[in-house]
């Protein structure tokens, strides 16, 4: 499966950014999609992740109450809405994609990742 993520751009403190995350290829099987991101200089890390059915979500500690993952199964595509952003949301955001129903958090259970989507966040 490829993915193809988009949205990212710059943006000022406080404001709202929707990235989406577009699957192609074998997308008859069912997939946990992730979200995770890469500042400057410090490792990749896990924001979101959402079950198959969208049933089932997690967040990272950081992002909580202020990000939301959903999907669309039917348009093949995984959003992530961000609001109330700051300068610490700063990141490159990459989606992932396991295969199995279920999600997790750790980087290395998903299998499919896609080129990462830059955010930038100004004061």
């Known amino acids: 499966v490829q993915l193809q993520a988009s949205g990212g751009g710059l943006v000022q403190a406080g404001d709202s950014v929707r990235l989406s995350c577009a699957a192609s290829?074998?997308?008859?099987?069912?997939?946990?999609m992730g979200w995770f991101r890469q500042a400057p200089g410090k490792e990749r890390e896990f924001v979101a992740a959402?079950?198959?059915?969208?049933?089932?979500?997690r967040y990272a500690d950081s992002v909580k109450g202020r990000f939301t993952i959903s999907r669309d199964n039917a348009k093949n595509t995984v959003y992530l809405q961000m609001n109330s952003v700051t300068r610490e949301d700063t990141a490159v955001y990459y989606c992932?994609?396991?295969?199995?129903?279920?999600?997790?958090?750790?980087?290395?259970?998903?299998?499919?990742w896609g080129q990462g989507t830059q955010v930038t966040v100004s004061s």
């Open positions: 959402i079950n198959w059915s969208g049933g089932s979500t």
């Open positions: 992932a994609a396991r295969s199995g129903i279920f999600f997790k958090t750790a980087l290395s259970e998903y299998d499919y």
């Open positions: 290829g074998r997308t008859d099987s069912n997939y946990g």
